[in-house]
Protein backbone atom coordinates (compact mmCIF):
# COMPACT_ATOMS: atom_id res chain seq x y z
CA UNK A 1 0.00 0.00 0.00
CA UNK A 2 2.93 2.53 1.09
CA UNK A 3 4.93 1.98 -2.08
CA UNK A 4 2.22 1.86 -4.13
CA UNK A 5 1.01 5.44 -3.07
CA UNK A 6 4.83 6.64 -2.91
CA UNK A 7 5.53 5.42 -6.76
CA UNK A 8 2.46 7.64 -7.75
CA UNK A 9 3.44 10.35 -5.74
CA UNK A 10 7.21 10.51 -5.85
CA UNK A 11 7.90 12.73 -9.19
CA UNK A 12 10.73 11.79 -11.29
CA UNK A 13 13.10 14.69 -10.14
CA UNK A 14 12.34 14.44 -6.53
CA UNK A 15 15.63 13.16 -5.91
CA UNK A 16 17.58 15.68 -7.88
CA UNK A 17 15.34 18.63 -6.55
CA UNK A 18 16.39 17.49 -3.22
CA UNK A 19 20.19 17.00 -3.83
CA UNK A 20 20.00 20.33 -5.34
CA UNK A 21 18.30 22.29 -2.73
CA UNK A 22 20.86 20.30 -0.24
CA UNK A 23 23.64 21.53 -2.06
CA UNK A 24 22.73 25.18 -1.36
CA UNK A 25 22.33 24.67 2.16
CA UNK A 26 24.72 27.60 4.01
CA UNK A 27 22.87 28.08 7.37
CA UNK A 28 22.55 25.18 9.91
CA UNK A 29 19.25 25.75 10.99
CA UNK A 30 18.09 25.07 7.71
CA UNK A 31 19.33 21.55 7.81
CA UNK A 32 16.50 20.44 9.81
CA UNK A 33 13.66 21.51 7.30
CA UNK A 34 15.54 19.80 4.51
CA UNK A 35 15.69 16.64 6.20
CA UNK A 36 11.38 17.36 6.70
CA UNK A 37 11.02 18.31 3.17
CA UNK A 38 12.85 14.52 2.49
CA UNK A 39 11.07 13.10 4.97
CA UNK A 40 7.35 14.05 3.34
CA UNK A 41 8.59 13.24 -0.19
CA UNK A 42 9.26 9.91 0.46
CA UNK A 43 6.38 9.49 3.15
CA UNK A 44 8.69 8.60 5.63
CA UNK A 45 8.26 8.30 9.31
CA UNK A 46 11.65 9.89 10.27
CA UNK A 47 14.67 11.16 9.74
CA UNK A 48 18.64 11.54 11.82
CA UNK A 49 21.65 12.52 11.47
CA UNK A 50 24.81 11.92 13.55
CA UNK A 51 28.21 13.77 12.61
CA UNK A 52 31.60 12.69 13.77
CA UNK A 53 35.49 14.22 13.66
CA UNK A 54 34.06 17.12 12.32
CA UNK A 55 36.62 19.06 14.63
CA UNK A 56 36.21 21.23 17.54
CA UNK A 57 32.07 21.26 17.15
CA UNK A 58 32.00 16.96 17.66
CA UNK A 59 35.01 16.72 20.05
CA UNK A 60 32.59 16.24 23.25
CA UNK A 61 29.22 14.87 21.14
CA UNK A 62 28.42 14.06 17.90
CA UNK A 63 26.93 16.75 15.27
CA UNK A 64 22.61 15.64 15.49
CA UNK A 65 19.44 16.88 13.37
CA UNK A 66 16.47 14.84 13.67
CA UNK A 67 12.94 14.84 12.61
CA UNK A 68 11.55 13.00 15.93
CA UNK A 69 9.41 14.51 18.53
CA UNK A 70 11.14 16.64 21.31
CA UNK A 71 10.07 14.29 23.99
CA UNK A 72 11.42 11.42 22.50
CA UNK A 73 15.25 14.33 21.76
CA UNK A 74 14.95 14.79 25.42
CA UNK A 75 14.33 11.97 26.73
CA UNK A 76 17.24 10.19 24.61
CA UNK A 77 19.20 13.18 26.08
CA UNK A 78 18.11 12.51 29.54
CA UNK A 79 18.42 8.92 29.82
CA UNK A 80 22.21 9.00 27.97
CA UNK A 81 20.85 6.92 25.49
CA UNK A 82 23.72 8.35 22.87
CA UNK A 83 25.66 5.78 25.10
CA UNK A 84 24.13 2.60 24.07
CA UNK A 85 22.22 3.29 20.96
CA UNK A 86 23.72 0.95 18.36
CA UNK A 87 23.22 3.11 15.34
CA UNK A 88 25.79 5.57 16.42
CA UNK A 89 28.50 2.68 16.88
CA UNK A 90 28.34 1.28 13.45
CA UNK A 91 30.11 3.92 11.44
CA UNK A 92 33.34 2.70 12.97
CA UNK A 93 32.24 -0.61 12.45
CA UNK A 94 30.96 -1.32 8.57
CA UNK A 95 30.23 0.82 5.37
CA UNK A 96 27.25 -0.86 4.91
CA UNK A 97 23.67 0.28 5.27
CA UNK A 98 22.25 -1.53 8.72
CA UNK A 99 18.98 -2.20 8.83
CA UNK A 100 17.61 -1.64 12.72
CA UNK A 101 16.00 -5.43 12.53
CA UNK A 102 19.59 -6.66 13.08
CA UNK A 103 20.51 -5.34 15.91
CA UNK A 104 21.73 -7.40 19.06
CA UNK A 105 18.31 -7.14 21.16
CA UNK A 106 19.11 -9.92 23.39
CA UNK A 107 20.84 -6.95 25.34
CA UNK A 108 18.35 -5.91 27.63
CA UNK A 109 19.13 -2.26 27.64
CA UNK A 110 19.07 -2.41 23.56
CA UNK A 111 15.59 -3.94 23.66
CA UNK A 112 14.57 -1.37 25.95
CA UNK A 113 16.19 1.35 24.17
CA UNK A 114 14.21 0.28 20.84
CA UNK A 115 11.16 -0.53 22.13
CA UNK A 116 10.78 3.12 24.45
CA UNK A 117 11.83 4.70 20.93
CA UNK A 118 8.90 2.81 19.27
CA UNK A 119 6.57 3.99 21.41
CA UNK A 120 7.96 7.70 20.66
CA UNK A 121 6.84 7.26 17.39
CA UNK A 122 10.34 6.85 15.94
CA UNK A 123 9.21 4.39 13.51
CA UNK A 124 8.58 0.42 13.29
CA UNK A 125 11.62 0.07 10.53
CA UNK A 126 14.67 1.84 9.91
CA UNK A 127 17.65 1.59 8.49
CA UNK A 128 21.05 3.47 9.43
CA UNK A 129 23.71 4.12 6.38
CA UNK A 130 27.71 5.16 7.50
CA UNK A 131 29.10 8.03 5.42
CA UNK A 132 32.86 8.55 5.09
CA UNK A 133 33.75 12.15 4.23
CA UNK A 134 37.44 13.23 3.24
CA UNK A 135 39.49 13.92 5.54
CA UNK A 136 38.36 11.53 8.48
CA UNK A 137 34.63 12.83 8.94
CA UNK A 138 32.10 10.58 9.37
CA UNK A 139 28.57 10.24 9.70
CA UNK A 140 25.37 7.91 10.19
CA UNK A 141 21.91 9.39 7.96
CA UNK A 142 19.61 7.32 9.51
CA UNK A 143 15.70 6.96 8.32
CA UNK A 144 12.44 5.14 9.56
CA UNK A 145 9.22 3.45 8.11
CA UNK A 146 6.22 2.90 9.50
CA UNK A 147 4.94 -0.01 7.12
CA UNK A 148 4.60 -3.69 6.43
CA UNK A 149 7.30 -5.91 6.33
CA UNK A 150 7.34 -6.65 2.36
CA UNK A 151 6.44 -2.58 1.68
CA UNK A 152 9.77 -2.25 4.32
CA UNK A 153 11.70 -4.71 1.54
CA UNK A 154 10.48 -3.43 -1.41
CA UNK A 155 11.28 0.63 -0.23
CA UNK A 156 14.98 -0.75 0.93
CA UNK A 157 15.27 -2.65 -2.33
CA UNK A 158 14.19 0.29 -4.71
CA UNK A 159 15.60 3.33 -2.61
CA UNK A 160 18.30 2.09 -0.86
CA UNK A 161 20.30 4.17 -3.61
CA UNK A 162 18.61 7.37 -3.56
CA UNK A 163 19.50 7.41 0.18
CA UNK A 164 23.04 6.73 -0.08
CA UNK A 165 23.38 10.13 -2.55
CA UNK A 166 20.83 12.18 0.12
CA UNK A 167 23.32 11.07 2.95
CA UNK A 168 26.65 11.94 1.06
CA UNK A 169 25.06 15.40 0.27
CA UNK A 170 23.40 15.71 3.45
CA UNK A 171 26.95 15.13 5.50
CA UNK A 172 28.84 18.00 3.11
CA UNK A 173 26.06 20.46 3.74
CA UNK A 174 26.92 20.25 7.36
CA UNK A 175 29.92 20.64 6.90
CA UNK A 176 29.38 23.35 4.52
CA UNK A 177 26.56 24.98 7.01
CA UNK A 178 29.20 24.91 10.16
CA UNK A 179 32.23 26.09 7.92
CA UNK A 180 33.77 23.19 7.99
CA UNK A 181 36.76 22.83 5.48
CA UNK A 182 37.80 19.37 5.09
CA UNK A 183 40.94 19.72 3.37
CA UNK A 184 42.62 16.81 1.44
CA UNK A 185 45.82 16.27 2.57
CA UNK A 186 47.50 13.48 0.74
CA UNK A 187 49.28 12.14 3.40
CA UNK A 188 51.76 9.12 2.09
CA UNK A 189 52.18 6.16 4.38
CA UNK A 190 55.15 7.04 5.74
CA UNK A 191 54.17 10.81 6.55
CA UNK A 192 51.26 9.13 8.57
CA UNK A 193 53.54 6.71 10.63
CA UNK A 194 55.65 9.70 11.74
CA UNK A 195 52.59 11.99 12.47
CA UNK A 196 51.34 8.96 14.26
CA UNK A 197 54.70 8.55 16.49
CA UNK A 198 55.27 12.16 16.98
CA UNK A 199 51.97 12.63 18.53
CA UNK A 200 53.02 9.29 21.19
CA UNK A 201 55.88 11.85 22.42
CA UNK A 202 58.68 10.31 20.23
CA UNK A 203 61.63 12.63 19.25
CA UNK A 204 62.96 12.76 15.60
CA UNK A 205 66.12 10.19 16.86
CA UNK A 206 63.29 7.70 18.65
CA UNK A 207 61.36 8.04 15.33
CA UNK A 208 63.98 7.31 13.20
CA UNK A 209 65.17 4.19 15.02
CA UNK A 210 61.50 2.81 14.90
CA UNK A 211 60.63 3.10 11.44
CA UNK A 212 64.39 2.53 10.58
CA UNK A 213 64.80 5.74 8.82
CA UNK A 214 67.58 7.78 8.57
CA UNK A 215 67.22 11.04 10.76
CA UNK A 216 67.44 13.32 7.75
CA UNK A 217 64.70 11.09 6.46
CA UNK A 218 62.44 12.11 9.52
CA UNK A 219 63.18 15.75 9.01
CA UNK A 220 62.49 15.23 5.59
CA UNK A 221 58.86 13.56 6.11
CA UNK A 222 58.24 16.45 9.29
CA UNK A 223 58.50 18.71 7.06
CA UNK A 224 56.21 17.83 4.65
CA UNK A 225 53.86 17.45 7.39
CA UNK A 226 53.91 20.66 8.21
CA UNK A 227 53.72 22.00 4.72
CA UNK A 228 50.57 19.90 3.98
CA UNK A 229 49.02 20.08 7.17
CA UNK A 230 49.89 24.18 6.98
CA UNK A 231 51.47 23.77 10.90
CA UNK A 232 54.40 25.94 12.12
CA UNK A 233 55.91 23.21 14.54
CA UNK A 234 55.44 19.57 14.68
CA UNK A 235 52.91 19.88 17.63
CA UNK A 236 51.19 21.75 15.96
CA UNK A 237 51.01 19.31 12.71
CA UNK A 238 49.78 16.22 16.08
CA UNK A 239 47.19 18.51 16.96
CA UNK A 240 45.61 19.55 13.19
CA UNK A 241 46.54 15.73 12.67
CA UNK A 242 44.30 14.75 15.49
CA UNK A 243 41.60 17.47 14.95
CA UNK A 244 40.82 15.92 11.53
CA UNK A 245 41.26 12.09 12.38
CA UNK A 246 44.59 11.44 10.37
CA UNK A 247 46.49 10.20 13.61
CA UNK A 248 46.19 6.42 13.73
CA UNK A 249 48.48 3.50 14.65
CA UNK A 250 49.94 2.41 12.09
CA UNK A 251 50.70 -1.69 11.72
CA UNK B 1 31.33 -19.55 -1.38
CA UNK B 2 32.26 -15.72 -0.39
CA UNK B 3 32.49 -14.29 3.10
CA UNK B 4 31.95 -10.70 3.40
CA UNK B 5 33.92 -9.34 6.76
CA UNK B 6 34.62 -5.86 7.82
CA UNK B 7 37.88 -4.56 8.78
CA UNK B 8 36.54 -4.19 12.37
CA UNK B 9 36.74 -8.04 12.22
CA UNK B 10 39.74 -8.55 11.73
CA UNK B 11 41.06 -9.63 15.00
CA UNK B 12 38.05 -11.87 15.69
CA UNK B 13 39.27 -13.44 12.24
CA UNK B 14 43.27 -12.91 12.56
CA UNK B 15 43.46 -16.40 10.40
CA UNK B 16 41.64 -15.51 7.38
CA UNK B 17 42.88 -11.87 7.27
CA UNK B 18 46.57 -13.39 7.00
CA UNK B 19 45.78 -16.28 4.54
CA UNK B 20 44.78 -13.14 2.00
CA UNK B 21 47.22 -10.64 2.81
CA UNK B 22 49.62 -13.66 1.92
CA UNK B 23 48.05 -13.80 -1.31
CA UNK B 24 48.31 -10.49 -1.83
CA UNK B 25 51.57 -10.39 -1.53
CA UNK B 26 52.34 -13.33 -4.05
CA UNK B 27 50.16 -11.28 -6.30
CA UNK B 28 51.41 -7.69 -6.08
CA UNK B 29 54.79 -8.07 -4.97
CA UNK B 30 55.96 -11.52 -6.54
CA UNK B 31 53.92 -11.32 -10.11
CA UNK B 32 52.92 -7.88 -10.47
CA UNK B 33 55.53 -6.27 -9.07
CA UNK B 34 54.22 -3.37 -7.80
CA UNK B 35 55.72 -1.32 -5.09
CA UNK B 36 53.78 -2.80 -2.11
CA UNK B 37 55.08 -2.96 1.53
CA UNK B 38 55.41 -7.07 2.70
CA UNK B 39 56.21 -8.04 6.11
CA UNK B 40 56.48 -10.89 7.73
CA UNK B 41 55.22 -12.44 4.52
CA UNK B 42 51.97 -10.14 4.17
CA UNK B 43 50.80 -7.19 2.59
CA UNK B 44 48.73 -4.77 4.48
CA UNK B 45 48.56 -1.35 3.21
CA UNK B 46 47.10 1.66 5.33
CA UNK B 47 43.67 1.43 3.47
CA UNK B 48 43.06 -1.94 5.15
CA UNK B 49 43.01 0.88 8.48
CA UNK B 50 40.12 2.51 7.45
CA UNK B 51 37.55 -0.16 7.85
CA UNK B 52 36.99 -1.86 4.09
CA UNK B 53 34.31 -4.27 3.57
CA UNK B 54 36.01 -7.77 2.42
CA UNK B 55 34.89 -10.04 -0.04
CA UNK B 56 36.83 -13.58 0.64
CA UNK B 57 36.47 -16.82 -1.85
CA UNK B 58 37.01 -19.84 0.51
CA UNK B 59 37.20 -23.73 -0.46
CA UNK B 60 33.78 -25.21 0.61
CA UNK B 61 35.40 -28.48 1.11
CA UNK B 62 38.84 -27.26 2.80
CA UNK B 63 38.23 -23.61 4.02
CA UNK B 64 40.94 -22.69 2.23
CA UNK B 65 41.05 -19.23 1.61
CA UNK B 66 41.61 -18.77 -2.20
CA UNK B 67 41.20 -15.06 -3.23
CA UNK B 68 39.90 -11.56 -2.34
CA UNK B 69 38.92 -8.09 -2.82
CA UNK B 70 38.56 -4.74 -0.63
CA UNK B 71 35.86 -2.33 -0.78
CA UNK B 72 36.07 1.19 0.13
CA UNK B 73 33.50 4.38 -0.49
CA UNK B 74 35.23 6.98 -2.57
CA UNK B 75 33.67 9.27 -0.69
CA UNK B 76 36.57 8.46 1.66
CA UNK B 77 40.13 7.78 1.70
CA UNK B 78 40.81 5.30 -1.21
CA UNK B 79 43.73 4.40 -3.94
CA UNK B 80 42.30 5.78 -6.73
CA UNK B 81 42.76 9.59 -5.36
CA UNK B 82 45.21 8.48 -2.73
CA UNK B 83 47.96 6.38 -4.52
CA UNK B 84 46.62 6.43 -8.24
CA UNK B 85 45.31 9.51 -9.25
CA UNK B 86 47.66 9.43 -12.27
CA UNK B 87 45.21 6.92 -13.72
CA UNK B 88 42.68 9.75 -14.30
CA UNK B 89 43.05 12.33 -16.68
CA UNK B 90 44.25 15.33 -15.38
CA UNK B 91 42.21 17.07 -12.18
CA UNK B 92 39.29 14.19 -13.04
CA UNK B 93 38.00 12.59 -9.43
CA UNK B 94 35.53 9.86 -8.88
CA UNK B 95 34.02 10.84 -5.71
CA UNK B 96 30.58 9.28 -5.33
CA UNK B 97 28.16 7.99 -3.17
CA UNK B 98 27.22 5.34 -5.09
CA UNK B 99 30.45 3.96 -5.97
CA UNK B 100 32.90 2.11 -4.27
CA UNK B 101 36.36 1.28 -5.09
CA UNK B 102 37.36 -2.26 -4.82
CA UNK B 103 41.05 -2.93 -4.88
CA UNK B 104 43.58 -5.67 -4.03
CA UNK B 105 41.77 -8.24 -6.72
CA UNK B 106 43.51 -11.32 -6.14
CA UNK B 107 43.49 -14.80 -6.40
CA UNK B 108 45.45 -17.41 -4.77
CA UNK B 109 48.65 -18.75 -7.26
CA UNK B 110 48.81 -22.51 -6.57
CA UNK B 111 48.96 -26.14 -8.05
CA UNK B 112 45.32 -26.51 -7.95
CA UNK B 113 44.77 -23.09 -10.00
CA UNK B 114 47.16 -24.09 -12.14
CA UNK B 115 46.44 -27.56 -12.65
CA UNK B 116 42.81 -26.36 -13.25
CA UNK B 117 41.86 -23.29 -15.21
CA UNK B 118 38.28 -23.32 -14.78
CA UNK B 119 38.65 -23.12 -11.09
CA UNK B 120 40.56 -19.44 -11.27
CA UNK B 121 37.53 -18.43 -13.86
CA UNK B 122 35.43 -19.52 -10.82
CA UNK B 123 37.09 -17.79 -7.98
CA UNK B 124 37.20 -14.90 -10.29
CA UNK B 125 33.33 -15.05 -11.02
CA UNK B 126 32.55 -15.66 -7.51
CA UNK B 127 34.42 -12.52 -6.26
CA UNK B 128 32.58 -10.20 -9.47
CA UNK B 129 29.20 -12.15 -8.33
CA UNK B 130 29.85 -11.01 -4.66
CA UNK B 131 30.85 -7.47 -5.71
CA UNK B 132 27.33 -7.13 -7.53
CA UNK B 133 25.34 -8.31 -4.56
CA UNK B 134 26.92 -6.35 -1.77
CA UNK B 135 27.10 -3.38 -4.54
CA UNK B 136 22.93 -4.10 -4.80
CA UNK B 137 22.30 -4.24 -0.97
CA UNK B 138 24.30 -0.72 -0.64
CA UNK B 139 22.49 0.75 -3.46
CA UNK B 140 25.28 0.93 -5.84
CA UNK B 141 25.24 2.34 -9.40
CA UNK B 142 29.08 1.29 -9.78
CA UNK B 143 32.24 0.03 -8.46
CA UNK B 144 35.70 1.19 -9.18
CA UNK B 145 38.65 -0.81 -10.07
CA UNK B 146 42.76 -0.20 -10.55
CA UNK B 147 43.72 -3.28 -12.82
CA UNK B 148 46.24 -4.65 -15.13
CA UNK B 149 45.59 -5.79 -18.97
CA UNK B 150 45.61 -9.22 -18.31
CA UNK B 151 43.14 -8.31 -15.75
CA UNK B 152 40.53 -6.80 -18.24
CA UNK B 153 40.58 -10.26 -20.38
CA UNK B 154 39.56 -12.29 -16.90
CA UNK B 155 36.92 -9.96 -16.28
CA UNK B 156 35.31 -9.84 -19.83
CA UNK B 157 35.51 -13.82 -20.00
CA UNK B 158 34.02 -13.90 -16.66
CA UNK B 159 31.07 -11.31 -18.43
CA UNK B 160 31.64 -8.53 -16.43
CA UNK B 161 33.52 -6.21 -19.03
CA UNK B 162 34.82 -2.84 -17.11
CA UNK B 163 34.32 0.58 -18.83
CA UNK B 164 38.00 1.71 -18.98
CA UNK B 165 38.58 5.09 -17.89
CA UNK B 166 41.17 7.68 -17.43
CA UNK B 167 44.92 7.26 -19.25
CA UNK B 168 46.62 4.36 -19.11
CA UNK B 169 50.03 4.00 -16.67
CA UNK B 170 52.81 0.98 -16.63
CA UNK B 171 52.64 0.29 -12.75
CA UNK B 172 55.36 -2.65 -11.90
CA UNK B 173 56.02 -4.28 -14.62
CA UNK B 174 52.43 -4.54 -16.52
CA UNK B 175 50.04 -1.54 -17.82
CA UNK B 176 47.41 -0.53 -15.21
CA UNK B 177 43.91 0.97 -15.60
CA UNK B 178 41.08 2.33 -13.56
CA UNK B 179 37.39 1.20 -14.80
CA UNK B 180 34.13 1.06 -13.54
CA UNK B 181 32.13 -2.07 -13.46
CA UNK B 182 27.88 -1.69 -13.56
CA UNK B 183 26.17 -2.78 -10.55
CA UNK B 184 22.43 -4.14 -11.59
CA UNK B 185 20.31 -7.61 -11.58
CA UNK B 186 21.25 -7.74 -15.27
CA UNK B 187 25.17 -7.26 -14.73
CA UNK B 188 24.55 -10.01 -12.14
CA UNK B 189 23.44 -12.30 -14.58
CA UNK B 190 25.37 -11.85 -16.85
CA UNK B 191 28.56 -13.18 -14.26
CA UNK B 192 26.39 -15.92 -13.63
CA UNK B 193 25.67 -16.94 -16.76
CA UNK B 194 29.16 -16.50 -17.94
CA UNK B 195 30.74 -18.55 -15.29
CA UNK B 196 27.86 -20.68 -14.64
CA UNK B 197 27.30 -19.67 -10.69
CA UNK B 198 23.51 -20.11 -9.78
CA UNK B 199 22.20 -18.34 -6.99
CA UNK B 200 23.71 -16.12 -3.99
CA UNK B 201 27.40 -16.66 -3.53
CA UNK B 202 27.73 -14.60 -0.74
CA UNK B 203 27.76 -16.99 2.73
CA UNK B 204 24.58 -15.98 4.82
CA UNK B 205 25.97 -15.99 8.36
CA UNK B 206 28.80 -13.67 7.34
CA UNK B 207 26.51 -11.47 5.59
CA UNK B 208 23.91 -11.51 8.56
CA UNK B 209 27.17 -10.85 10.83
CA UNK B 210 27.99 -7.71 9.22
CA UNK B 211 25.00 -6.42 8.44
CA UNK B 212 24.51 -6.62 12.24
CA UNK B 213 27.42 -4.46 12.88
Given at each position: ?????????LEEDTLYSLVERIDQIIKSCDLTDLLNLTKEKYGLKNLSYAGFNMGEMTIKKPYVTVTYKEDWIKRYNDKLYYEIDPVLKIISKTILPIDWQSFDIGNPKIRKFFSEAKDAGVGRNGISIPVRGRSGDLSVFSLTLDASERDWLQFKKQFIRDFQVLSVHFHQSVLNANKIITP?????????????WAGCGKTGEE????????????RFHVSNLMFKLNASNISHAVAKGIYFGLVKPPR | MILV???????KYSYIFNAMYQIRADV??????????????????HFDEQNPLYLISIDENTSQVRGSVRLLPTTGPNMLRDIFPSLLSNGEKVESATIWECSRFSIRQGKETRADGSLVSHITGELLAAVVEVGLIAGLTEALGVFDARMIRVFRSAGYPPLVIGTPHRIGSFMTYAGLF????????????????TGSVLEPESVARCLAA
Amino acid sequence: MYIKKLNSDLEEDTLYSLVERIDQIIKSCDLTDLLNLTKEKYGLKNLSYAGFNMGEMTIKKPYVTVTYKEDWIKRYNDKLYYEIDPVLKIISKTILPIDWQSFDIGNPKIRKFFSEAKDAGVGRNGISIPVRGRSGDLSVFSLTLDASERDWLQFKKQFIRDFQVLSVHFHQSVLNANKIITPEFNLSERELEVLYWAGCGKTGEEISLILKLTKRGVRFHVSNLMFKLNASNISHAVAKGIYFGLVKPPR
Amino acid sequence: MILVLNGSEEPKYSYIFNAMYQIRADVFHTRLQWDVKIKNGIERDHFDEQNPLYLISIDENTSQVRGSVRLLPTTGPNMLRDIFPSLLSNGEKVESATIWECSRFSIRQGKETRADGSLVSHITGELLAAVVEVGLIAGLTEALGVFDARMIRVFRSAGYPPLVIGTPHRIGSFMTYAGLFEISEQALASIQQATGITGSVLEPESVARCLAA
